[in-house]
């Protein structure tokens, strides 16, 4: 019998068609079962709703602490996922199962394959839990107590505060999470876990593409070519082509999963707000709900029940017809604007969507669900960094409702609402972190800066030095020629002699093209690679400070303390005001790299 294959993802990411499909193609005999919510709905898959098999995630929150500079709500679900997992296979009476993140292609016959792997309860690719084959439930069962347990038990919990200060003596990025969970269950019991990235008959599995686990890298990724639709890398040591049987892109490699599909066809998205099977009832509902609307035309509810079941049926016309109709009976109507949003998507008017979204958010402003689908819609227009705002806003509200005396869920929140421009609302929030834990040193200095900038729609925060340097990275060019043009910049400022008394000033100009959560993620990578590279001590490290757009006022208070312009090879000349061009110093790398003041 074909193992199943799970996945589990909050909210509709723009590649989870493709790695839905690429599991579906290559295991086509496997059940592949999507653990989500109502905004990933798809075909090819046994949708379920995570929400279902949150009761032992919740206990474990009420025992977790967080440690590390991760946002809370995304460290905390990694840990969650294990547990949703195991309620899941309890519940699906499931023996064993390939888990695989929603990040991860897979290339590989994995029911083939678990037979050499037969003899470990739990394999995974090193500590990194992207790919992982449940061999027994029990084997699940035994990892959660454990994990647990490490949080609840004051003696095991030494064991995690003795890694994280290690972590902080070492410089390391610090961070406890689901990985350290693996690892230090893989040394107390060695035999009980298998490593899937023990290269077997020139084949392996990836960790993760911007790392290079022995192989050539190209601009920053695996350097991969396919053979008869199956990825190949050349391994260092041995020189050798082997084959992947999974792909994972995580960080700023995700753009780049729809270049790796060797699939035939992409799933059909399905409805967010309709949760009924789409069989012979649908119909049933739609003959019946039209009878009722005959009998009862100022009924909002028969022609909110039909709209429902049209919907189902891919009747979206139709539908849209029906949720505008309840909304012109009753505007507020919740559940309305939501279906008829759904509705629009589907017949590609997402724009409308987006006002119709917009319009549920008046009525229900703390709504994860209609923030998680308005960052679906701003995808689907593409503009990216208001569906990355409003996907941040749905995470934080969940995550408040799961654990609301949590400081940092409160705190989390109230950065979600500052990055809407909504400062009133975070300022409230910070205000509610702060008086559930009167130390917490970091919402008190989001207070601070968002009192500050209250009548600003976007928060500056520049930390300036004795020394500092600007850029103006180009944004329209591909991320792995930023990523090496900044890794080149930060190299010759980490090997100057005074970089402690440096800061670097980054653009980013929205309207330039910049989309802040890649221009976070490329920055933190570059930063912590060139950290562990050169050994630096992260104490004598520079500032980094990204800034976005500034007015001709805020320009003018800066400049003078600006020492340098730092040219790059490809520059946003048009992100660049002219009082900068002509006020400041241009400085180039020589040809070795080093940066001269």
């Known amino acids: 019998m074909a193992i199943p294959i799970i996945l589990i993802h909050r909210s509709n990411s723009n590649y989870l068609p493709y790695t839905i499909a690429q599991a579906k193609w290559t295991n086509p005999k496997s059940r592949l079962f999507f653990i989500g919510d109502e905004s990933n709905r798809y075909e090819l898959v046994e949708h379920d709703f995570f929400a279902k098999y949150m009761d032992a995630a919740t206990e474990f929150a009420h025992v ?130 298998g490593d899937l990235l023990e290269i077997k008959d020139d084949s392996t599995y990836d960790a993760g593409m911007t790392t290079s686990d022995g192989f050539e ?112 009976l009753l505007p507020t109507f919740v559940g309305a604007y939501i279906n008829l949003g759904v509705a629009l998507i589907q017949h590609n008017r997402a724009e409308e969507a987006v006002r119709c979204y917009q319009s549920a958010l008046e009525l229900q402003p703390n709504s994860a669900l209609i923030y998680g689908n308005l960052g679906y819609a701003y995808a689907e227009i593409g503009q990216t960094q208001a569906s990355a705002d409003h996907t941040a806003m749905c995470n934080a509200l969940e995550t408040l409702a799961l654990k609301p005396d949590w400081a940092e869920a409160h705190r989390n929140l109230g950065l979600a609402y500052q990055q809407l421009g909504k400062v009133d609302d975070a300022i409230a929030c910070f205000r509610q972190a702060i008086q559930l834990q009167p130390d917490f040193l970091a919402a008190q200095t989001d207070l601070q800066n968002a009192l500050l900038n209250q009548d600003l729609q976007q928060q500056q925060i520049i930390h300036l030095k004795a020394i500092n340097l600007i850029i103006f990275p180009d944004w329209q060019q591909p991320l792995e020629a930023i990523y090496l043009e900044l890794e080149n910049v930060l190299k010759g400022i980490l090997t100057h002699s005074q970089q402690a008394k440096m800061a670097l000033l980054v653009y980013a100009d929205r309207s330039a093209g910049a989309d802040p959560t890649d221009v976070e993620m490329v920055l933190n990578e570059v930063m912590f690679t060139s950290l562990m590279t050169l050994a630096v001590d992260i104490s004598e490290s520079p500032e980094v400070c990204l800034i976005h757009r500034l007015s001709t006022a805020q320009w003018e208070a800066l400049l003078p303390q600006i020492q340098a312009w730092i040219r790059l090879n490809h520059e946003d000349f048009t992100a660049i005001p002219e009082t900068v061009q002509q006020t400041l110093v241009s400085l180039e790398l020589d040809a070795q790299g080093n940066l001269h003041l």
């Open 64 to 193: 977790y602490r967080h440690l590390s500079t991760n946002p809370i709500e995304y460290e905390l679900f990694c840990f969650q996922r294990w547990f949703i997992l195991k309620d899941f296979m309890s519940r699906q009476a499931l023996e064993q199962c390939f888990y695989l993140d929603s990040d991860v292609m897979l290339y590989e016959d994995i029911t083939r394959d678990q037979q050499r792997l037969k003899n470990v309860q739990i394999a995974l690719t090193a500590d990194v839990p992207s790919a992982v084959f449940v061999n027994d439930f029990a084997s699940l069962e035994r990892f959660c107590s454990f994990v647990f347990n490490l949080y609840q038990n004051p003696d095991s919990f030494q064991i995690i505060e003795a890694a994280f200060k290690a972590q902080l003596q070492n410089n390391l990025a610090t961070s406890i999470s689901d990985m350290f969970a693996f690892a230090e269950y893989r040394r107390q019991y060695p035999h009980q876990v």
């Open 217 to 328: 890298l190209l601009n920053g990724v695996k350097a991969i070519h396919f053979q008869h639709q199956q990825p190949f890398g050349k391994h260092l040591d041995s020189d050798k082509t082997i084959r992947f049987k999974v792909l994972h892109f995580q960080g700023r490699s995700k753009r780049s999963i729809k270049d790796y599909f060797t699939g035939d066809r992409l799933p059909t998205h399905l409805s967010h707000e309709c949760n009924a099977q789409l069989d012979s009832q649908a119909e049933s509902s739609i003959v019946h709900w039209s009878t009722v609307r005959q009998t009862q035309p100022a009924e909002p509810e028969a022609h909110y029940e039909l709209g429902c079941a049209l919907l189902e049926q891919g009747q979206t016309s139709d539908a849209i017809h029906c949720f505008q109709t309840v909304i012109q």
